[in-house]
């Protein structure tokens, strides 16, 4: 039998995980997906704490690529003035392509590296 999609993209994100680490100085940029919302946070896996997130949730818009680009410049501009300059990128397993592209091109063209 065919696991599923979503299993599928568990196992894709627990084999992620088990290499890319966030730490105080270098956080995971970590992007969840649900079928209408987007949160992204920035997390130090070290002292499991997180820093910075950010969502749809809060202005009670519904996810798209013009969001996901405001979410990934939002979340960029907490980790600056956190004096973030470096982040690990963690896309949760989801395609490289679509929202998850759109915040990453969003941190990348604010001044954040990975």
């Keep these: 039998m065919k696991d ?3 299993t599928n993209r568990i196992k ?3 084999r992620v995980r088990s290499v890319v680490i966030g730490t105080a100085n270098r956080p995971r940029l970590a992007i969840h997906k ?13 002292s499991h704490k997180t820093l910075a997130s950010a969502s749809t949730l ?4 519904v996810s798209s690529i ?8 939002s ?9 973030i300059k470096e982040i690990v990128f963690d896309r949760g397993g989801y395609p490289y392509h679509g929202q998850v592209k759109a915040i990453a ?3 990348r063209e604010a001044g954040l590296k990975f």
């Design 105 to 107: 091109e969003a941190v």
């Design 66 to 73: 013009s969001t996901a680009e405001k979410i990934g410049q």
């Design 75 to 83: 979340i960029s501009a907490v980790a600056i003035k956190l004096g």
């Design 58 to 61: 809060v202005n009670k818009t």
């Design 34 to 46: 649900s079928l209408r919302h987007l949160r992204v946070q920035l997390i130090d896996d070290s």
């Design 12 to 14: 894709r994100h627990r």
């Design 4 to 6: 599923s999609r979503a």
